[in-house]
């Protein structure tokens, strides 16, 4: 029995909740860094061309970008036992597990449909990548969303993203580290098979170890609060009151029960998208400001990513990547692939240096000054790489790109965590708005003052409120069947009976907020391929690449100058 409570103990200790959420961060950038490193070669020998493997790649980014909202809006609204966040991270994550078993196997996979195998082959490939790449990047929203929920108090939050952000630089380590090594010639290859086979595999068990864990995770499913939030979405039946329900569930069978159940949540699913337009339409100023902000940033991050291994094969080795194997000038690109490579594994390790200390770091010297701090030093680092010829100051350089990296991933979520932690301050506006929908709400809903009435409920963000409005609580009188709980069966289907709209507008969780953030990352990989290999065509060289970077850093450095960190810039900046 002492066994049991301490083992309870242990897992609903803080930190070894931080732990476990944040393994699938780890599982999560390991499979994308180690996957999405490794497939364009598979797709050049299946026959791809190179101009429509970029295409290829950039089939998640532009995926995500229109689902990542979605997501984040029906998890803010989304009611079940295993709570808000975890049941679309399950989902997401059953879709990289799909993935990483569809690339090793696509070959075998088209030989059980086709004779001529080659063309469905590629097919499922491109499905295998756009969907480890989709769900990979969208799975992180829903992750994030959790760590805020979990962790609500500014400095809880900032450390618990602190480690979010060291996980994600670890995961990279490992990811880029894995597809390196001969497997084929392991002794796992034995028992796992080949080179793509064994690697992929091994992707999947440590994937699955890490999703495992965050059955682990004591997440409070959504308060009876987020009912005046808007449409709530079920993946089960709401379990009532035996106090309030027992004489509706025996007038009615079980059966009727289950079609209103159904017909409720079609009517929700058809309302989502114009409930996400009216939302967009309502984007928190300090929202949309911090959005800029991140999307110029990444914007100069991810072109440089994306573009600095062609930089140093080309620009300062040399090279030429369509040269026949074997050459003088095709092994001089090969050598600058490898040694920028290792400036990216740098970069990774540096980001991790500076996760451990960022919490120090923003401590001792304020968000500002180290989020503004890190915006500025990428723009430098950026032309010192334009204008050196040295390998060794372009890796360094490279390296300490890690410090950008590391706050981005770590002070703009920590920032809309406080806005939302702070709402009568930051979001002002919205929450009178909120209030007067609750209001309405009480107003058209024909049910009376109860038990739970004057229950103080927490927001899901963390603010105490009454389940309804004072004020129209007082004014409507005792009716029969005052002690029916709230969002229970018979609410839905008395409310369906009389013919209860849902014209009421959906309150704004913070996962849909996170989602825009993250649809910055997501912009940001998409618009430097698009335009990228036009600017160095047209310019004839590769230095373009890390220009552009400089480029996008410098109006970064603008925007970020306008962000809302404190109470103080409400009124400097008229938000």
């Given at each position: 029995?002492a066994q049991r409570a301490w083992v309870s103990m242990f897992?609903?200790?803080?930190?070894?909740?931080?732990?476990?959420?944040?393994?699938?961060?780890?599982?999560?950038?390991?499979?994308?860094?180690?996957?999405?490193?490794?497939?364009?070669?598979?797709?050049?020998?299946?026959?791809?061309?190179?101009?429509?493997?970029?295409?290829?790649?950039?089939?998640?980014?532009?995926?995500?970008?229109?689902?990542?909202?979605?997501?984040?809006?029906?998890?803010?609204?989304?009611?079940?036992?295993?709570?808000?966040?975890?049941?679309?991270?399950?989902?997401?994550?059953?879709?990289?597990?799909?993935?990483?078993?569809?690339?090793?196997?696509?070959?075998?996979?088209?030989?059980?449909?086709?004779?001529?195998?080659?063309?469905?082959?590629?097919?499922?490939?491109?499905?295998?990548?756009?969907?480890?790449?989709?769900?990979?990047?969208?799975?992180?929203?829903?992750?994030?969303?959790?760590?805020?929920?979990?962790?609500?108090?500014?400095?809880?939050?900032?450390?618990?993203?602190?480690?979010?952000?060291?996980?994600?630089?670890?995961?990279?380590?490992?990811?880029?580290?894995?597809?390196?090594?001969?497997?084929?010639?392991?002794?796992?290859?034995?028992?796992?098979?080949?080179?793509?086979?064994?690697?992929?595999?091994?992707?999947?068990?440590?994937?699955?170890?890490?999703?495992?864990?965050?059955?682990?995770?004591?997440?409070?499913?959504?308060?009876?609060?987020?009912?005046?939030?808007?449409?709530?979405?079920?993946?089960?039946?709401?379990?009532?009151?035996?106090?309030?329900?027992?004489?509706?569930?025996?007038?009615?069978?079980?059966?009727?029960?289950?079609?209103?159940?159904?017909?409720?949540?079609?009517?929700?699913?058809?309302?989502?998208?114009?409930?996400?337009?009216?939302?967009?339409?309502?984007?928190?100023?300090?929202?949309?400001?911090?959005?800029?902000?991140?999307?110029?940033?990444?914007?100069?991050?991810?072109?440089?990513?994306?573009?600095?291994?062609?930089?140093?094969?080309?620009?300062?080795?040399?090279?030429?990547?369509?040269?026949?194997?074997?050459?003088?000038?095709?092994?001089?690109?090969?050598?600058?692939?490898?040694?920028?490579?290792?400036?990216?594994?740098?970069?990774?390790?540096?980001?991790?240096?500076?996760?451990?200390?960022?919490?120090?770091?923003?401590?001792?010297?304020?968000?500002?000054?180290?989020?503004?701090?890190?915006?500025?030093?990428?723009?430098?680092?950026?032309?010192?790489?334009?204008?050196?010829?040295?390998?060794?100051?372009?890796?360094?350089?490279?390296?300490?790109?890690?410090?950008?990296?590391?706050?981005?991933?770590?002070?703009?979520?920590?920032?809309?965590?406080?806005?939302?932690?702070?709402?009568?301050?930051?979001?002002?506006?919205?929450?009178?708005?909120?209030?007067?929908?609750?209001?309405?709400?009480?107003?058209?809903?024909?049910?009376?003052?109860?038990?739970?009435?004057?229950?103080?409920?927490?927001?899901?963000?963390?603010?105490?409120?009454?389940?309804?409005?004072?004020?129209?609580?007082?004014?409507?009188?005792?009716?029969?069947?005052?002690?029916?709980?709230?969002?229970?069966?018979?609410?839905?289907?008395?409310?369906?009976?009389?013919?209860?709209?849902?014209?009421?507008?959906?309150?704004?969780?913070?996962?849909?907020?996170?989602?825009?953030?993250?649809?910055?990352?997501?912009?940001?990989?998409?618009?430097?391929?698009?335009?990228?290999?036009?600017?160095?065509?047209?310019?004839?060289?590769?230095?373009?690449?890390?220009?552009?970077?400089?480029?996008?850093?410098?109006?970064?450095?603008?925007?970020?100058?306008?962000?809302?960190?404190?109470?103080?810039?409400?009124?400097?900046y008229s938000v």
């Amino acid at each position: 029995m002492a066994q049991r409570a301490w083992v309870s103990m242990f897992f609903h200790n803080r930190k070894t909740q931080l732990l476990l959420v944040n393994s699938l961060t780890f599982g999560l950038e390991v499979c994308l860094a180690a996957g999405i490193t490794y497939v364009p070669p598979l797709l050049l020998e299946v026959g791809v061309e190179e101009k429509f493997m970029t295409m290829v790649l950039g089939i998640g980014p532009v995926l995500g970008l229109v689902f990542v909202p979605l997501i984040g809006s029906a998890s803010d609204h989304w009611h079940s036992s295993y709570g808000r966040r975890r049941p679309f991270i399950w989902m997401l994550c059953l879709g990289v597990l799909l993935s990483l078993f569809i690339i090793p196997h696509a070959s075998s996979l088209a030989s059980l449909f086709a004779l001529n195998t080659r063309p469905l082959e590629i097919a499922f490939l491109i499905l295998g990548i756009g969907l480890l790449d989709f769900c990979g990047q969208v799975c992180f929203t829903p992750l994030e969303a959790l760590l805020s929920d979990l962790f609500q108090e500014p400095d809880n939050c900032r450390q618990a993203f602190s480690l979010y952000a060291f996980m994600i630089s670890l995961g990279g380590c490992i990811g880029y580290l894995l597809p390196a090594i001969d497997w084929g010639g392991s002794f796992l290859a034995l028992y796992l098979g080949g080179q793509e086979t064994c690697l992929f595999s091994l992707l999947a068990i440590i994937f699955l170890g890490c999703v495992l864990a965050t059955l682990f995770v004591t997440e409070e499913a959504a308060t009876q609060a987020d009912v005046l939030d808007g449409p709530v979405l079920k993946d089960a039946p709401p379990k009532p009151s035996p106090l309030a329900c027992c004489s509706c569930q025996l007038s009615r069978s079980s059966c009727l029960l289950q079609a209103r159940h159904m017909m409720q949540a079609l009517r929700n699913l058809c309302t989502l998208v114009p409930r996400l337009h009216s939302l967009y339409c309502r984007i928190p100023k300090v929202i949309r400001r911090l959005f800029v902000a991140e999307l110029c940033s990444w914007m100069a991050l991810m072109t440089f990513m994306l573009f600095y291994t062609d930089f140093v094969g080309e620009g300062l080795y040399h090279g030429v990547p369509r040269a026949k194997p074997g050459t003088d000038a095709r092994r001089h690109y090969d050598e600058g692939v490898r040694m920028g490579s290792l400036g990216l594994f740098l970069q990774c390790v540096t980001s991790i240096f500076f996760s451990t200390i960022m919490d120090r770091m923003v401590k001792q010297f304020g968000t500002r000054a180290v989020y503004l701090a890190s915006v500025v030093f990428f723009p430098v680092a950026a032309f010192v790489m334009c204008l050196s010829h040295s390998v060794i100051v372009v890796t360094i350089s490279a390296a300490l790109t890690g410090f950008t990296f590391s706050a981005l991933q770590i002070l703009p979520y920590t920032l809309a965590s406080l806005y939302h932690h702070e709402k009568q301050v930051f979001l002002h506006k919205y929450k009178s708005k909120e209030e007067e929908d609750a209001a309405r709400l009480d107003k058209k809903s024909a049910f009376s003052k109860g038990p739970l009435s004057s229950q103080k409920l927490p927001y899901q963000n963390g603010h105490a409120g009454s389940l309804f409005s004072s004020s129209s609580s007082s004014s409507s009188p005792p009716a029969v069947g005052s002690a029916l709980c709230v969002s229970s069966s018979c609410d839905v289907s008395l409310m369906m009976m009389v013919g209860e709209s849902d014209s009421v507008a959906p309150g704004r969780g913070i996962c849909l907020d996170l989602a825009i953030l993250d649809s910055a990352f997501l912009l940001s990989q998409v618009v430097p391929s698009l335009f990228m290999g036009s600017i160095v065509q047209f310019t004839q060289s590769v230095t373009a690449y890390m220009v552009s970077a400089a480029g996008f850093g410098l109006v970064a450095i603008y925007f970020a100058t306008k962000v809302v960190f404190d109470k103080s810039d409400m009124a400097k900046y008229s938000v």
